[in-house]
């Protein structure tokens, strides 16, 4: 049996080489991490922080949040990281960290929405046998007493914000919506929502159960058909900037 994440399944339908190279290959990138994904990995790390301390009681000060963020930021940090844009230097990049979350705390203090769990770790099989698994992460789970449904939180630190429609089929939150109704039960309510950090909006929405079947069933055939495939192609796209293979890439030859 093979497990499956939102990421991978996204890797495939975006490059079928850079799929092949990652997950088939396991190829080792030489190319260092991007500077977008460091800035993720390190308010994602300060937000998880702040609603641990936020569930065991303790509200940190925003002070305590922003040193948090800024000794990970330099612990984690090396000079090599890939700077796509020539514009910003890592110390925009790091301040953009910051005021992401000085917005985000100011906005959701003092964060009495019923946090249940941070980084939880979703394993689902998709299908009865079993012989499909989808694993992922939810940034944040909120059990909201008052609507009486389950939240999904999911932070995005990229400096596009995504349409509206996009996000009604999005994938990820949907397929852990579906892990969620697997524990909770089909008839809890669950809602997803989205925190665009870098535009200081959330947006949420929740997929009736007939459109999470119906998801349920594409992924099914997805994986189907990522199984049988044998041609792994590269497809040149703006997305080559961020990629850890493009220095062995045959389309960059
Ligand atoms: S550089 Fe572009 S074409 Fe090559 S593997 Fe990466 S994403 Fe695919």
Redesign the pocket.
Known sequence: MVNYSHSKLETFE??R??YK?RYIDKIIPEIPKSIEAHLGTMVHEALEWLYKKVMSKQIPSITDLIDFYSEKWCENFAKDFLIVRKDMKAEDYFNRGVEFLVNYYLKHQPFTDNTIATEEKIEMNLDEAGEKKLIGYIDRLVHNIEKNEIEIHDYKTSASMQSKEKMENSRQLALYSLAMKQIFGKEKKISMVWHFLAHDMKFSISRTNEQLESLRKEVIELINHIEQTKDFP????R??DW?E??NI?E??K
């Open positions: 975006n490059c080489l850079r190279y590269a497809n040149k796209s997305l080559c990629c293979y493009r890439c389309a960059w």
